[in-house]
């Protein structure tokens, strides 16, 4: 009896540990980030905040460390156009990126779908009947899984897509989170925790 008991014990902080995952962003810098652009990146009241900068061109904040199988869960609150995306074993020269991206849009604009930047564009959208997950101007929980050649995403607890490729699953690098170019943007980031598997 005691062993059973010693056993879940186990198993329950293994399981917690797995849920919580390793905070990527701290609340309160930007340490473990690299910002790649001239758009604004910076941290006000415990959150991240993304920004269109005078350039209005395309930006990236990227992590340090390069994530090739994990799961990654977000939080993110798009205001004004809110046209962003979480890039995924991506490699970024500049402001050219090379890799994944998780849209991050306004509404029926495929938010979780899938798109290959400098490459063949848009490779999965959600159904549409599933473009109603996005709460626009509220905060929303997005979750990235990626395993082999496998990535998954869900926008408040509804998968959006589920998609194979051969490309990505050779592929490694880092994971960026993305202002789109155009101006008017700003989204607001929050509790980003990633889960190496």
């Given at each position: 009896m005691k062993k059973i008991s010693l056993v879940a014990i186990l198993l329950s902080i293994a399981f917690t540990s797995c849920q919580s995952?390793?905070?990527?962003f701290n609340g309160e810098n930007l340490d473990g980030w690299k910002i790649h652009g001239t758009e604004k990146w910076y941290v006000?009241?415990?959150?991240l905040i993304s920004e269109s900068g005078p350039d209005e061109?395309?930006?990236?904040?990227?992590?340090?460390?390069?994530?090739?199988?994990?799961?990654?869960?977000?939080?993110?609150?798009q205001e004004a156009d809110g046209n962003s995306g979480v890039?995924?074993?991506?490699?970024?020269?500049?402001?050219?990126?090379?890799?994944?991206?998780?849209?991050?849009?306004?509404p029926n604009l495929h938010t979780g779908g899938i798109y290959e930047s400098y490459g063949r564009g848009w490779l999965i959208k959600p159904d549409p009947e599933k473009?109603?997950?996005?709460k626009y101007g509220e905060w929303n929980k997005l979750k990235i899984k990626v395993e082999g050649?496998?990535?998954?995403s869900w926008l408040n607890g509804v998968e959006m897509?589920?998609?194979?490729?051969?490309?990505?699953?050779?592929?490694n690098g880092k994971i960026a989170l993305q202002i789109h170019?155009?101006?008017?943007i700003k989204v607001y980031w929050r509790n980003i925790k990633v889960q190496e598997l």
């Open positions: 995952g390793k905070e990527l006000e009241d415990g959150l061109a395309y930006g990236y904040l990227a992590t340090d460390e390069n994530y090739k199988n994990f799961e990654l869960n977000l939080e993110f609150k890039f995924i074993r991506s490699e970024i020269d500049g402001t050219k990126i090379t890799g994944w991206q998780v849209e991050v849009a306004p473009e109603d997950a996005l050649n496998k990535v998954t897509v589920d998609f194979s490729d051969e490309k990505i699953g050779a592929a170019d155009g101006g008017g």
